[in-house]
């Protein structure tokens, strides 16, 4: 499939309350820029020309606007308004994109996705119909519920990562569902409406920044 029905969507409407900071985690800076400018310029240097929609708060518009003044950010994207819900805010990036191809869903707080890790996923997701990254735990694990606790065996529990790539036209079917607690990322949608999901091997670095100790590790990260 050509790079041509390549898009992606960047889902960036989280706040700060794990953070610990009154500025929207996706807004904090990472190497002298908003992470998550990091985000988009990811998905950029994979393919300048693929079309890239950024999911935001509305009431953040014009704040992201003048970010992107102060700091000349001249990569082009579409906006969208983001949900109540993840699931609504792609339901939101999903609008406008009435087109066969590929989309790829990411986190606009995984900042440290290679290009070269997109570019494999995409190549997966074209021979599956979708590409979902994930790592195995470090991590020894233990399950817990009412009735206690007990040892988990990590060789079959993996990590879900984004970016999550699917083909389009089934992504916006999946997403026609009820909304669901259980949608906490993309390829539950999908798996919900019937398609299987394609494990593919993700990236150790390409870490969520949830917390301000994710926030330093990242800055390690750039720095090299």
Known sequence: MSAANFFVIIVAGGTGVRMGSAVPKQFLPLGGKPLLMHSIEAFHRFDPEIPITVVLPEDQFDNWDQLCFNHRFKVPYRRAAGGVTRFHSVQNGLRGLECTGLVAIHDGVR??????????????????????????????????????????????????????????????????????????????????????????????????????????????????
């Open 111 to 224: 900042p440290l996705i290679r290009p070269d890790v997109i570019a494999r996923l995409f190549d997966e997701a074209a021979i599956h119909t979708n590409a979902v990254p994930a790592i195995p735990p470090a991590d020894s694990l233990r399950w817990q519920d009412d009735q206690g606790n007990h040892p988990v065996d990590r060789n079959y529990i993996r990590l879900i990562q984004t970016p999550q790539i699917f083909d389009l036209p089934k992504l916006r079917q999946a997403y026609l569902q009820p909304y669901d607690t259980l949608f906490t990322d993309d390829a539950a949608v999908w798996e919900k409406a019937g398609f299987p999901v394609h494990l593919a091997e993700g990236q150790s670095t390409n870490i969520k920044i949830t917390t301000p100790e994710d926030l330093a590790v990242a800055e390690l990260f750039i720095g090299k």
